[in-house]
C-alpha cells in the first residue's frame, strides 16, 4: 500500500535551472494538492487539483505550474527556479466531498535548495 | 481572514506525562478542524478532524481534541505521551474557498 510517493527526496538546483517534481497516488483519489513547508511555517497551499484535466492555484502559485494528465500523478513545475523557492514539497491527496476533501493522505516530501 | 494560531512553538513533557496542545482560530462561521502530526522526514498524518456533533473527539495514536466555540479553541490532549509522540503537531482550520489554513505548528520533545 504505497499511499502517496513523492521524487526525488532530495534535490540541489542553481538558479535559474527547471525540474519537475513527482507525486503519483495509488488510491484512485480525485483531489491532489501540492503545499510548501517553510521554517517555521505552517503549509502553504500552491496549487490543487479536482480532478483529471482540472486545475486551480492555490495562495503561493507563482513560479510553479501544474498538469494533471491522469488521476494519478499531480506534476509540479519550476520553470525558473529562485532562491525563494528553497522548502520541503508535500503532495497530498483526499477523496472527494466537502469538508472530507481536506488533505487525507501526504508524502513524504521533497527537499528542494536552490543555490 | 481566517487564521489558526497555535501559541507554543515548542514544548517538551516527560514521558508518561499529560499533553495538551493548544489551537485557537478565527473563523466566522462553524470551523471545520483538523489536527496532523509530522515526524521528522516525514509528511503529515491526519490525527483527528472535528465537523459536527459531538466537541470531544477521538483520533488515531490516544489523542483527543475538545472543540470549544466560545474559546475559539481547538485543544489536543494525550493522557498519556509515549516517546515516540515527538514530532511537529500542527492545527488547521477549513478557510475561505474551501481550503486548509494552517497553523505554525508546536514542536513537541519527549524527556525519557
Known amino acids: 500500500n504505497a499511499g502517496v510517493t513523492q521524487t526525488p527526496k532530495f534535490r540541489i538546483l542553481k538558479i535559474g535551472q527547471s525540474m519537475t517534481l513527482q507525486c503519483t497516488q495509488d488510491m484512485n483519489h480525485n483531489y491532489m494538492y501540492w503545499y510548501r513547508q517553510d521554517p517555521g511555517m505552517g503549509l502553504k497551499l500552491i496549487y490543487y487539483s479536482v480532478g483529471a484535466g482540472i486545475t486551480d492555484k492555490g495562495e503561493v502559485p507563482n513560479g510553479y505550474n501544474v498538469s494533471r494528465s491522469t488521476t494519478e500523478d499531480f506534476p509540479l513545475r519550476l520553470e525558473l527556479a529562485a532562491p525563494s523557492q528553497t522548502s520541503v514539497y508535500f503532495c497530498a491527496s483526499s477523496t472527494p466531498g466537502y469538508p472530507s476533501n481536506q488533505p487525507q493522505h501526504f508524502g513524504d516530501g521533497t527537499r528542494l535548495s536552490i543555490l | 481572514a481566517q487564521s489558526v494560531t497555535q501559541p507554543d512553538i515548542h514544548i517538551t513533557v516527560s514521558e508518561g506525562a499529560s499533553l495538551e496542545l493548544r489551537c485557537n482560530y478565527s473563523?466566522?462561521?462553524?470551523?471545520?478542524l483538523f489536527w496532523y502530526v509530522q515526524s521528522p522526514g516525514q509528511g503529515l498524518q491526519l490525527l483527528l478532524k472535528?465537523?459536527?456533533?459531538?466537541?470531544l473527539v477521538q483520533g488515531i495514536k490516544g489523542f483527543e481534541a475538545e472543540f470549544k466555540r466560545s474559546q475559539s479553541s481547538f485543544n489536543l490532549r494525550k493522557p498519556s505521551v509515549h516517546w515516540s509522540d515527538a514530532a511537529e503537531y500542527f492545527c488547521a482550520v477549513v478557510g475561505g474557498a474551501q481550503k486548509l489554513v494552517f497553523g505554525q505548528g508546536t514542536r513537541l520533545t519527549i524527556n525519557p
Open positions: 472535528y465537523f459536527s456533533g459531538d466537541t
Open positions: 473563523y466566522g462561521a462553524t470551523p471545520y
